[in-house]
Nanobody
Framework: QVQLVESGGDLVQSGGSLRLSCAAS????????MAWYRQAPGNQRELVAG???????KSAESVKGRFTISRDNAKNTVALQMHSLKPEDTAVYYC?????????????WGQGTQVTVSS
């Protein structure tokens, strides 16, 4: 059973920093593509940053230079380091794991962690 558990969300002032972490279990973590998404009220869920099993990183333009995604294959965790936070970064942040079984893509999600940035 795949489980993703996020932590680290909090209330922070504009310009502050937070570090989110996602612990994965039930998957072969090494080689699995991982990503962070976010969803603000009234908005669609959007990709924040992703890191492939091979370590290739992609980030949304809105967070480039401020957010960094990383993974620790020994601990089965993926982190999102966030700096220079803005009120528009306020959202629920979700961890995603993307697995391919027999050629079929399966996406798994955590329960989400709330990030609130006050102005």
């Amino acid at each position: 059973q795949v489980q993703l558990v996020e932590s680290g969300g909090d209330l922070v002032q504009s310009g502050g920093s937070l570090r989110l972490s996602c612990a994965a279990s039930g998957i072969i973590f090494r080689g699995t593509d991982m990503a962070w998404y976010r969803q603000a009220p009234g908005n669609q869920r959007e990709l924040v940053a992703g890191i492939s099993g091979g370590g290739t990183i992609k980030s949304a333009e809105s967070v480039k230079g401020r957010f960094t995604i990383s993974r620790d294959n020994a601990k089965n965790t993926v982190a999102l380091q966030m700096h220079s936070l803005k009120p528009e970064d306020t959202a629920v942040y979700y961890c995603q794991a993307r697995i391919y079984r027999n050629g079929i893509r399966e996406d798994y999600w955590g329960q989400g962690t709330q990030v609130t940035v006050s102005s």
